[in-house]
């Protein structure tokens, strides 16, 4: 056999078993075991698995297209884009390969499509009615698949996202309560209104329950819609499904609020079925509401934090955000989003993804239970308890001042010199205190409501004498403000972090829109 002979051979092996490596995607059966066999593909053909990979584009299995698209994902980026956009836009092709051409383009490769890619094609709804089936066939094993798809549709044209949603309506009632409670919390209100109207049109318990489930989150203008559209069905003799207590499984972790009140909660979700146990971390405040939302999936009981008793603290969760979490009854989590929604609803910032997939765990259920411990905590008559205790305590390391006053002070204490003293720093605490006190930027009745917040959780945390100290504190911030422990306290921890981020050239961030 002649060198050139053998050459072909070898080139043909390679290709055949290239192609037979990305047809194997469609064997996988989970969200991880497709990212494998791709990152494998990737690893061992590189580049060359780019021409295979659009030669798979007309497949019109759902699980192959997820696997292309992390594959494609994987590979060199400017080559399987350039790739991806001709197919896309080639005529020649059958509007299933462009279709599956333009999703990977738009949910891996964050390319937003253009009206050149879909000229030629089918009617627009056709083409949206079997990219919404293709998404609920994916879902069945990415459960978390219609946060990035959702997001990922708002960011197209109007006429697309209303396209998309008025398909909905066409699809079987099972398949459209999920899609269509999704559609109803857009933001754009005639997406919103359409979709509200084709729920409430839909008449079965599930989509009845969707809807109960959505009202307390809705903005005001379509919540009274949703109340008139839910009384409707029930005087029609269309069965509302019963409102309950949350169900078992259902936990919340909370950490200990900082000095705008605000937290993150983790919930967690039990699995149901196939369905993996999902989580749902927020990051609010009264303030500013809700401010971050991020869900995951877990494969197993050993990625989510080991269940514990009703208030015991969780020993450390770095990786969830905050190094202190406390094990806390599920209404607590829903009553502290219950208190900061209103502040999100009334602006005109949209609602996250991940919440909007996941605030069913949090609504569908009878409304929040009021607190289960008292937060009457009264001092002793004769003697009020000092706050060294609670200062010291783990709760407090977001209370702290972080201003530009606070930075132009760290800043010129670190050009000079000389070692600043224990005791000069002490004055420069006290004078910085008094400067953001005569500059009014420190919102004192925030502070007493953030001392609220921090006392009730303190109370579940069983720690009565630490909330008695919160108590003490609330009670004195207005009586010589300049002179108080807590206020001096959180002078004194924000200017000795803002030294200590300027020292290291970082920029001071978590918890995200949270301190003073």
């Known amino acids: 056999m002649s060198d050139s002979s053998s050459k072909i051979i070898t080139t043909f092996q390679d290709r055949l078993a290239l192609e037979t490596a990305v047809k194997s995607l469609a064997n996988t059966t989970t969200a991880a075991e497709i990212r494998q066999r791709a990152a494998e593909i990737a690893a061992k053909f590189g580049d060359r698995a780019i021409p295979v990979l659009v030669g798979q584009l007309n497949t019109t299995d759902p699980q192959m297209r997820g696997g292309l698209g992390m594959l494609a994902a994987m590979l060199d980026y400017e080559k399987t884009t350039a790739a991806l956009r001709a197919a896309a836009r080639n005529r020649a092709l059958d509007d299933q390969a462009r279709l599956t051409a333009i999703t990977i383009l738009d949910r891996y490769l964050n390319i937003v499509p253009d009206e050149e890619m879909y000229m030629g094609m089918g009617a627009p709804e056709e083409a949206a009615l079997r990219s919404l089936r293709e998404v609920l066939t994916d879902q069945q094993t990415d459960a978390l698949v219609l946060v990035e798809y959702f997001r990922q549709l708002e960011l197209q044209p109007l006429d697309v996202q209303l396209t998309m949603a008025r398909a909905a309506r066409r699809l079987e009632a099972a398949e459209a309560v999920p899609l269509l409670r999704m559609f109803v919390q857009s933001p754009t209100h005639l997406i919103?209104?359409?979709?509200?109207?084709?729920?409430?049109?839909?008449?079965?318990?599930?989509?009845?329950?969707?809807?109960?489930?959505?009202?307390?989150?809705?903005?005001?203008?379509?919540?009274?819609?949703?109340?008139?559209?839910?009384?409707?069905?029930?005087?029609?003799?269309?069965?509302?499904?019963?409102?309950?207590?949350?169900?078992?499984?259902?936990?919340?972790?909370?950490?200990?609020?900082?000095?705008?009140?605000?937290?993150?909660?983790?919930?967690?979700?039990?699995?149901?079925?196939?369905?993996?146990?999902?989580?749902?971390?927020?990051?609010?405040?009264?303030?500013?509401?809700?401010?971050?939302?991020?869900?995951?999936?877990?494969?197993?009981?050993?990625?989510?934090?080991?269940?514990?008793?009703?208030?015991?603290?969780?020993?450390?969760?770095?990786?969830?955000?905050?190094?202190?979490?406390?094990?806390?009854?599920?209404d607590y989590g829903r009553r502290r989003v219950q208190a900061c929604l209103?502040?999100?609803?009334?602006?005109?910032?949209?609602?996250?993804?991940?919440?909007?997939?996941?605030?069913?765990?949090?609504?569908?259920?009878?409304?929040?239970?009021?607190?289960?411990?008292?937060?009457?905590?009264?001092?002793?008559?004769?003697?009020?308890p000092g706050l060294k205790e609670l200062l010291n305590y783990p709760a407090l390391s977001g209370w702290y001042l972080s201003t530009p006053q606070v930075f132009k002070l760290a800043d010129q204490l670190l050009s000079e010199a000389e070692r600043v003293t224990a005791q000069r720093f002490e004055r420069v605490v006290m004078r910085l205190l008094a400067s953001e006190l005569a500059a009014g930027t420190l919102d004192l009745p925030a502070i007493a409501d953030a001392l609220v917040t921090l006392k009730e959780w303190l109370l579940l945390a069983g720690r009565r004498d630490l909330a008695l100290q919160a108590q003490t504190a609330s009670d004195s911030l207005t009586a010589s403000p300049e002179e108080n422990p807590l206020l001096l306290h959180m002078a004194n921890l924000g200017l000795r972090i803002a030294m200590i981020t300027q020292a290291r050239g970082l920029l001071q961030g978590w918890p995200p829109g949270a301190n003073v």
Do not use: M
């Not at 993150?264 to 609010?284: E, N």
């Not at 997939?357 to 411990?373: R, S, Y």
């Open 192 to 330: 919103a209104q359409e979709s509200l109207q084709a729920l409430t049109a839909l008449g079965t318990p599930a989509a009845a329950g969707a809807l109960q489930g959505l009202i307390p989150t809705l903005r005001p203008d379509l919540r009274a819609t949703a109340e008139r559209a839910l009384q409707k069905l029930r005087l029609s003799g269309s069965t509302v499904p019963t409102l309950r207590p949350p169900a078992e499984g259902f936990r919340c972790l909370a950490t200990p609020p900082d000095s705008r009140g605000g937290q993150y909660l983790l919930f967690i979700l039990p699995p149901d079925g196939d369905t993996p146990s999902l989580t749902l971390r927020l990051a609010l405040n009264p303030v500013d509401g809700l401010i971050e939302a991020v869900a995951s999936a877990a494969d197993g009981p050993a990625d989510l934090p080991e269940p514990l008793a009703v208030g015991a603290l969780h020993a450390s969760l770095i990786d969830v955000g905050h190094h202190l979490w406390l094990e806390a009854p599920y």
């Open 342 to 384: 209103p502040v999100s609803l009334e602006s005109s910032r949209p609602l996250s993804h991940a919440y909007r997939f996941l605030n069913w765990a949090l609504w569908q259920w009878t409304p929040p239970a009021p607190q289960v411990v008292t937060l009457e905590v009264k001092p002793a008559a004769k003697s009020k």
